[in-house]
């Protein structure tokens, strides 16, 4: 039969509808799946279900579902429906549209999105009570169980606040004198926008104004709430978050913030103009808390949240709001797993949904700026600090003029004469003192004085760091760690390695060598390793039971020091070295912060910046405080090179073991680059860092015009080569690292 033999009629038959949901599963797949939904199951787009996917079975997140016509090919089925709470739709939409923009595959996106489900449910918590029934026979032990029962306790708790064994409470049940009953579970605090109204002063009031008309419109505003330090930012943006609480009972509000040194300050501010405590968001929530808080924010019942950036993809129900602060802040950029910048990204979740964000900083990022200039967001601006307290004197000491010098025994010193003789004026006045260096540990190099080798982690370029306090050397990029040996490991010669350049340990040690009398601690991660630390450190200096106070960048920014009135950066030029695009501004921008720790209050401030290249652009704008003629000079420059914000720039990084292979690939790669107007690409090159934990690293640039789909071309290319195994790709749109 040929094929003109065929009655056309016979093949017009109508196939079967069927209800398909589209499923985007918890695995490296380029894209959301299709399944059949069985009969009688009822799904939602939100919801969790169980999939095959190969031979196995995988977690996924509905997107969509819809009556599909049958194919000719059979779809496999869901297998079960998750009781989970279900991801609102907003927020699941945001979070597809993101592994788009990061050209991240859905499901491994989303498994860091409701990651805090892997947690299984906490279940219903039972404590032991009096019933008011006597016991039969009352022992000593159970009498001091019945001591310790006037509170709920469970029966852990319970035992071990009488010093009994379980067996004595449960004895007591079994006579009906103790019963277990289910406590209500623990709520969240709500928070009240009327419950402490601050008084602002007019320059607070005229912008606090400003963000209320602009609230009364409605609609995407993004608005820059530009303040030099100490101008009380954020006391106006909690304004804000006031308004939007009181206008709708159900809205919901983010703050984020950079570092979780900063979340005690900010969450103590909170609960003081609020009421109740905010609900906090950061990597040192146990998993059970994780749970609870994507249950509450998934509910609704989570009303204001104060976190890290990955708060920003929390299920929320209806968010209204969302404020950064300090957001020049290069930690609002994830640089590890799914790599994106939470500042961007925040305003295009308020710009998908309708809502006002607030980017709050006294140095904003040059692409902020750059949007305010041209419009694109209200420019509100505070120029003058809180009261009567004044912004600091600055002063360049010119260290080719002024060096430190060496010790008796012939050590380096990193503290010049002038630095010294300022902090003796300060400590005799009573007031306090920041020594402000960006290096963790004592040294950041230990180098052998016999053969010349410097020490690194094992299979990595990484330099190890010195920390004296703990008598190890410890890389900071892989977390390795060993103790400091006698001997170089290289040449065998003994007691050889020497500390090479200071770090906050080595400036404590010379603190405490000149200024004996003075209570002097070091403010760093190391010292401050959590949440309960740092708050117990910052209430040191509070209370001023610290004269000096070395720190890291942990203490540069949203800290208010009453009694601190002098500031000394010991060495200003250590961020302008390398070959990041981003050195100068953010130099300048941490210096500024750093400085601006000094003279909140009503005492005047100083301070004091040592630097090898006083002549630097950066070192006279902050000794002028000309904010401006640093950031139109970098503009100047960025543009000139189309850098951003006046360009878009991703990378591509490739590791692995075989350095052959890796070759091989990154040149095959490079023969297939489209041929784009409008986008250049450079590479391959090995990284800065081209050996890591055993992997070798190339990277390859790419810079586009403004006005190029620069994801669509990267999405492009990189289909053009089929990788091997052995290679790990990573893209990375907006590249904040160049390591």
């Known amino acids: 039969m040929s094929p003109s033999d065929i009655n056309p009629t016979l093949l017009d038959f109508d196939l079967p509808s069927q209800v398909v949901a589209k499923v985007a599963v918890l695995a490296p797949v380029a894209e959301v799946l299709d399944y059949a939904v069985p009969d009688g199951m009822a799904l939602e787009v939100g919801d969790h279900v169980m999939v095959p996917l190969a031979h196995h079975k995988v977690r996924g997140v509905v997107a969509s579902v819809e009556a599909a016509q049958a194919t000719h090919f059979k779809l496999k089925a869901v297998v079960a429906k998750i009781d989970d709470p279900p991801v609102p739709r907003a927020s699941l939409e945001f979070w597809l549209w993101a592994t788009g923009w990061t050209l991240t595959p859905p499901g491994v996106f989303l498994n860091g999105c409701i990651g805090a489900l892997k947690t299984p449910k906490a279940q219903a918590k039972q404590a032991y009570v009096l019933t008011g029934a006597q016991p039969a026979k009352l022992t000593r032990a159970r009498e001091r169980v019945m001591e310790q029962a006037v509170v709920s306790l469970s029966l852990t708790e319970l035992s071990q606040a009488a010093g009994v064994s379980p067996s004595v409470i449960k004895g007591l049940e079994t006579e009906g004198v103790m019963a277990r009953v289910e406590v209500a579970a623990e709520v969240f605090g709500v928070p009240d926008p009327q419950f402490k109204t601050p008084a602002l002063n007019p320059s607070q009031a005229a912008a606090d104004e400003l963000l209320r008309q602009k609230q009364a419109v409605g609609g995407f505003c993004p608005v820059l709430l530009d303040g030099v330090t100490g101008s009380g930012k954020t006391e106006v943006y909690l304004e804000s978050v006031a308004r939007t609480l009181s206008r709708d009972p159900k809205a919901q509000v983010l703050i984020l913030l950079p570092e979780i040194a900063l979340t005690q300050a900010v969450m103590a501010r909170l609960k003081a103009r609020f009421g109740a405590d905010p609900v906090p968001w950061h990597s040192?929530?146990?998993?059970?808390?994780?749970?609870?808080?994507?249950?509450?924010?998934?509910?609704g019942e989570v009303r204001l949240v104060v976190g890290a950036r990955s708060a920003l993809f929390l299920p929320y129900l209806k968010l209204d709001l969302i404020v950064v602060d300090e957001e020049h802040d290069g930690?609002?950029?994830?640089?590890?797993?799914?790599?994106?910048?939470?500042?961007?990204?925040?305003?295009?979740?308020?710009?998908?949904?309708?809502?006002?964000?607030?980017?709050?900083?006294?140095?904003?990022?040059?692409?902020?700026?750059?949007?305010?200039?041209?419009?694109?967001?209200?420019?509100?601006?505070?120029?003058?600090?809180?009261?009567?307290?004044?912004?600091?004197?600055?002063?360049?000491?010119?260290?080719?003029?002024?060096?430190?010098?060496?010790?008796e025994m012939g050590d380096p010193l990193w503290l010049s004469a002038p630095l010294v003789a300022e902090i003796e004026h300060t400590l005799a006045r009573k007031e306090q003192v920041l020594?402000?260096?960006?290096?963790?540990?004592?040294?950041?190099?230990?180098?052998?004085?016999?053969?010349?080798?410097?020490?690194?982690?094992?299979?990595?370029?990484?330099?190890?760091?010195?920390?004296?306090?703990?008598?190890?050397?410890?890389?900071?990029?892989?977390?390795?760690?060993?103790?400091?040996?006698?001997?170089?490991?290289?040449?065998?010669?003994?007691?050889?390695?020497?500390a090479i350049g200071p770090g906050v340990e080595r400036i404590l040690e010379e603190v405490r060598s000149r200024f004996p009398a003075a209570r002097a601690e070091i403010f760093s991660s190391d010292t401050t390793p959590d949440a309960a630390s740092s708050e117990a450190l910052i209430k040191r200096v509070q209370d001023h039971d610290t004269d000096i106070l070395v720190a890291t960048q942990a203490a540069a920014k949203g800290h208010n020091f009453l009694n601190l009135?002098?500031?000394?950066?010991?060495?200003?030029?250590?961020?302008?070295?390398?070959?990041?695009?981003?050195?100068?501004?953010?130099?300048?921008?941490?210096?500024?912060?750093?400085?601006?720790?000094?003279?909140?209050?009503?005492?005047?401030?100083?301070?004091?910046?040592?630097?090898?290249?006083?002549?630097?652009?950066?070192?006279?704008?902050?000794?002028?405080?000309?904010?401006?003629?640093?950031?139109?000079?970098?503009?100047?420059?960025?543009?000139?090179?189309?850098?951003?914000?006046?360009?878009?720039?991703?990378a591509v990084i490739m590791s692995s073991k075989d350095q052959a292979e890796l070759n091989r690939f990154s040149r095959e790669l490079a023969l297939t680059i489209p041929n784009t107007d409008g986008v250049e690409v450079y590479g391959p090159a090995d990284a800065p860092l081209s050996l890591v934990r055993g992997q070798w690293r190339k990277r390859f640039l790419v810079r586009a015009d403004r006005n190029r789909d620069l994801q669509g071309f990267m999405a492009a290319w990189l289909r053009t080569v089929k990788k091997p195994n052995i290679i790990r790709l990573v893209t990375d749109i907006d590249p904040y690292s160049f390591l």
Not at 284 to 299: F, M, Y
Not at 363 to 392: C, D, F, M, V
């Open 435 to 498: 020594l402000f260096l960006n290096r963790r540990g004592y040294a950041p190099l230990v180098l052998c004085r016999a053969c010349g080798e410097r020490m690194t982690a094992p299979n990595t370029d990484s330099w190890l760091v010195e920390h004296r306090a703990t008598g190890r050397l410890v890389c900071h990029l892989t977390g390795f760690s060993m103790k400091k040996p006698d001997r170089c490991p290289h040449c065998g010669a003994l007691d050889s390695l020497a």
């Open 331 to 407: 930690s609002y950029k994830q640089e590890e797993g799914v790599r994106y910048q939470a500042r961007d990204l925040a305003v295009v979740r308020a710009h998908r949904d309708k809502f006002m964000i607030i980017l709050a900083s006294a140095t904003p990022s040059l692409e902020s700026l750059s949007n305010a200039q041209k419009g694109r967001y209200e420019w509100i601006r505070l120029t003058e600090r809180h009261g009567t307290a004044q912004l600091p004197d600055i002063h360049l000491i010119d260290m080719k003029v002024h060096p430190p010098g060496k010790t």
């Open 284 to 299: 040192a929530l146990t998993p059970s808390q994780r749970r609870k808080i994507w249950e509450g924010v998934a509910s």
């Open 565 to 650: 009135t002098l500031v000394g950066i010991v060495d200003a030029d250590l961020g302008l070295k390398g070959g990041d695009l981003r050195a100068a501004e953010r130099t300048f921008q941490l210096l500024a912060q750093a400085t601006g720790r000094a003279g909140r209050a009503h005492k005047a401030g100083k301070a004091l910046l040592q630097t090898y290249s006083p002549e630097h652009p950066v070192m006279q704008a902050l000794k002028a405080q000309d904010r401006e003629a640093f950031y139109a000079y970098e503009q100047m420059t960025r543009e000139l090179a189309k850098f951003p914000p006046f360009g878009r720039l991703a």
